[in-house]
């Protein structure tokens, strides 16, 4: 198995999970500044950690607390990112997936001109990473945008988000276009139908037509602001390529069972659907058609066909965490995945977190997706969320995440093998981060432990636990010593 040379090992990490300072240096409160942690709520119960109210969120935005909204205070990398590049650097990370925060660049979404504090704390990221021999790759919109932009017209389900979206990515492209060839624009678009706000703003109680309709019309706009900024990239930053990104939730029929077969068909293609729009320029007519028979019209402008046709991307990405099966059985036992529902699949083991481990998976999405779309593919998120135990000497153990990424890399050795045309892999959360669905920190995805508990309290020191020197020896032996 040969990774091949240039192979871009790296990380990834999402501002609005790591950064912390909220209110630092003129940034303005985005979504995920009123996403509360819910310590009394069953973890595994997503809909319940991501339900909002418009009272909910006007009660967060005058609270002070950053006990309770942890990603207020994230692993104050804001501060610390020095140190973190150090321990990234010392793994020989070659590329670091970050996000750019829409507002510390544009408090409210709405100024006219970026805050120079915003825009000078991304140039000194940068910079440190290049020093480090650290390529970034930048996520434009990571589950973030400005909280006044949800609250006065419903988030992206206003057209007129493209045109202040497209007035930050230029800002971006102007100002850092120097140190990246990478680009994404959405994390995981298809996110929008799962969790509606952190991914687009959107307020149940704005949505006239129901939040379904809200999802597919927000969704529109992110497409038509995607392809416009593709656009942008490409006369702005020569050579720059710009990526879609999926989450890409693998669906195995449960049984053998034709019904169950066509069930599960139909959930691929649905996940597939937000891909194809971004590489192939067009709504795929099975989705249009079904929005049709769910009474779902999406309102376009003249012109938004064309835009979509003309700027397609140029490279693939998707997050691979775990797989799911389908069947028609409504008894048919479910578990939890990355921000949804599955039937339960006996051949595999879950986190505690209810995900199942799926290795075989990854090659299999690879090879899906590749001779799907032709394009050089970049896995950008992938990993094991667990609770690690701190040794008495300071030691981490962590010989189940070990044995998570042997296994993943295994198969993604395969997939190249198989001929798949794969740039890189971002292991999620390299360092400790507050989780995404849960806002805890004790479901932990990192090589690097950050002394932090779900309250925030601890004294944010770094160690390096077991999987770090396994990491290390990885990309040194580019995935020969696995
Ligand atoms: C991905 C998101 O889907 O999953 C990340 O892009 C997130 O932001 C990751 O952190 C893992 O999910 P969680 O909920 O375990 O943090």
């Not at 049984?255 to 996940?271: F, G, M, S």
């Not at 990405?317 to 599955?342: C, H, I, K, Q, W």
């Amino acid at each position: 198995m040969h990774f091949p040379n240039g192979f871009l090992w790296g990380g990834a990490l999402a501002a609005n999970q790591c950064e912390g300072a909220w209110r630092e240096d003129g940034k303005g409160l985005s979504v995920q500044d009123v996403q509360a942690f819910k310590p009394h709520v069953d973890q595994k119960d997503l809909k319940a950690h991501t339900a909002v109210s418009m009272d909910g969120i006007l009660s967060a935005m005058a609270d002070p607390d950053v006990t309770f909204y942890p990603k207020r205070h994230g692993i104050d990398f804001y501060h610390r990112y020095e140190e973190d590049l150090d321990l990234f650097a010392e793994m020989g990370f070659k590329l670091l997936r970050v996000s750019i925060a829409w507002t510390r660049l544009y408090p409210t979404g709405r100024e006219l001109t970026p805050n120079p504090k915003g825009v000078a704390f991304y140039h000194r990221l940068f910079t440190a990473m290049r020093e480090r021999g650290i390529e970034p790759l930048i996520t434009l919109a990571h589950y973030e945008m400005p909280v006044t932009l949800a609250l006065e017209g419903n988030g992206w389900v206003s057209r007129d988000v493209i045109g202040l979206f497209v007035r930050f990515c230029r800002t971006c492209f102007a100002e850092y276009g120097k140190y990246c060839r990478y680009w994404i624009t959405f994390n995981e678009i298809d996110s929008c139908i799962r969790h509606p706000f952190t991914t687009a703003g959107i307020i149940p109680e704005l949505c006239e037509n129901g939040e379904l309709a809200a999802c597919y019309q927000a969704l529109h706009h992110q497409f038509v602001a995607s392809a416009l900024v593709t656009k942008d990239l490409h006369e702005m930053v020569p050579g720059a390529m710009m990526g879609c990104m999926l989450t890409k939730l693998t669906v195995y029929p449960y049984t053998c069972a034709p019904a169950d077969a066509l069930a599960t068909q139909k959930r691929n293609l649905e996940n597939l659907s937000y891909t194809d729009v971004q590489v192939f320029g067009e709504y795929p007519r099975l989705i249009l058609r079904d929005l049709e028979k769910k009474g779902i019209s999406i309102a376009m402008e003249p012109g938004d066909t064309d835009i979509l046709k003309a700027n397609t991307v140029d490279y693939v990405t998707f997050s691979y965490y775990m797989s799911m099966t389908e069947s028609v059985d409504p008894n048919a036992p479910r578990t939890p995945g990355n921000t949804v529902l599955g039937v339960k699949n006996p051949y595999l083991p879950s986190s505690e977190w209810g995900w199942q481990t799926d290795p075989i998976g990854l090659r299999y999405s690879l090879i899906e997706m590749y001779d799907r779309y032709k394009k050089p593919i970049f896995v950008v998120e992938n990993g094991l969320g667990a609770r690690d135990t701190v040794e008495a000497d300071g030691s981490i153990h962590d010989s189940y995440r070990i044995d998570y990424f042997r296994r993943h890399f295994q198969e993604m050795g395969k997939a190249i093998d198989d001929g798949v045309e794969l740039l890189g892999y971002t292991s999620w959360g390299p360092i400790d981060i507050i989780s995404a669905s849960g806002n805890q920190m004790s479901k932990r995805y990192g090589f690097i432990y950050v002394d932090q508990d779900d309250y925030g309290k601890g004294t944010l020191n770094r160690s390096r636990k077991d999987s770090f020197y396994w990491y290390k020896e990885v990309i040194a032996t580019n995935g020969e010593n696995l």
